[in-house]
């Protein structure tokens, strides 16, 4: 009789063993997802960058098609925005203001930048006037 008792006292119970390997696994499924979290993170702010720049992009063609040419604006003064029409509070969000912008031009070309503030390795997109995309954000995968 008390061999039964026993035994089913002791089905009811973790051992120490086990508790430890479900605490493994669990680390285990943290060092995977944690990282693929944070990526997914920049990436959703770094849209409101994209964005920003597609806002300036679109400015930059009715320009030229008003005017057969880009204005010359340069990255030291992102309040000559104000030549396409685009104001501060168009860019402002949640993650970038104006100041997070760089805009580079001569009559031919132009460059658009959003730098992601805060993070380090630095996130930025960078746009042309051909469409290129290019820079070091981080796309989620």
């Given at each position: 009789m008390h061999t039964l008792v026993s035994q089913s006292r002791r089905s009811g119970a973790f051992t120490l063993i086990e508790l430890?390997?479900?605490?493994?696994?669990?680390?285990?499924?943290?060092?995977?997802?944690i990282p693929l979290y944070q990526g997914n993170v920049v990436a959703a702010k770094m849209s409101e960058g994209i964005a920003g720049c597609g806002s300036i992009r679109t400015a930059f063609r009715v320009y030229y098609a008003a005017h057969a040419a880009y204005p010359v604006l340069t990255a030291q003064n992102a309040s000559q925005l104000s030549v396409l029409g685009v104001g501060a509070t168009d860019l402002a969000g949640k993650y970038f203001a104006v100041t997070n912008y760089a805009v580079t031009s001569d009559a031919t070309t132009y460059t658009i930048t959003a730098t992601l503030p805060g993070y380090t390795p630095t996130q930025t997109y960078i746009i042309n006037q051909a469409g290129v995309e290019s820079g070091t954000y981080t796309t989620g995968n």
């Open positions: 430890m390997i479900v605490v493994v696994i669990v680390a285990i499924l943290a060092l995977v997802a």
